[in-house]
């Protein structure tokens, strides 16, 4: 797969096999991740990689999943991520300004998951304070967003926007993912 083809064919997937990622695959996605643009190369981003079941299971209640298609868009037990990769950043190397190194950091884990033929949902509405007290992060670790992971169990579509930019299911499940033209974000 060229970047291209994983640029643009990356969707936001939130139901999953069980079939579990490999430790080293989600090694490979941090590492990734470690490579991308950082703001005065200060590098603050630290990661927790969630892929023993038990810690999984722990975790999902604190995640809210697609607010367009609630409940709809909740994976159900045997749809659930097997793995989850939490982005934080070590506030003691830098207090704020984080969120673009995050941004670059996330994108390049979603892009390597893609071309690995792995679902992933990138997540900011999640309970920082219950998944801070669950792993035990110390104050100086600041939760940006996690990313959710799994092998793909629906296979998102992209629409031409038509004046709505709300996801939707069909009624055969497939969920319908609006993008504006290329035309219409040009200045």
């Known amino acids: 797969m060229t970047t291209e083809e994983a640029i643009l064919g990356r ?4 139901k ?3 079939k579990p990622i490999p430790s080293e695959t989600l090694w490979r996605l941090v590492d990734a991740a470690r490579l991308a643009p950082s703001g005065s190369n200060l590098q603050p981003l630290r990661y927790r990689i969630v892929n023993e079941r038990r810690e999984a ?11 367009y298609i609630a409940p709809r868009g ?9 793995a989850y990769i939490i982005v934080c950043a070590e506030t003691t190397v830098r207090k704020n300004g984080y969120e673009t190194d995050a941004g670059a950091a996330v994108e390049n884990m979603l892009l390597l998951a893609e071309s690995l033929d792995i679902g992933s949902c990138w997540m900011r509405a999640i309970d920082r304070s219950s998944i801070r007290k669950l792993f035990g992060f110390g104050d100086q670790i600041a939760i940006h967003s996690l990313v959710a ?8 579509v992209t629409e031409p926007f038509a004046g709505s930019v709300r ?8 969920l319908h993912v ?3 033209q290329l035309s219409d974000i040009l200045l």
């Open 57 to 67: 299971d722990a975790l999902f209640p604190f995640v809210r999943w697609a607010a």
């Open 16 to 18: 999953f096999t069980q």
């Open 167 to 174: 996801y939707y299911k069909d009624e055969t499940g497939t």
């Open 11 to 14: 969707r936001t997937v939130r």
């Open 178 to 180: 609006p993008k504006r």
């Open 149 to 156: 992971l799994g092998y793909k169990a629906e296979h998102p």
């Open 74 to 82: 909740t994976p159900t037990e045997a749809e659930r991520p097997v």
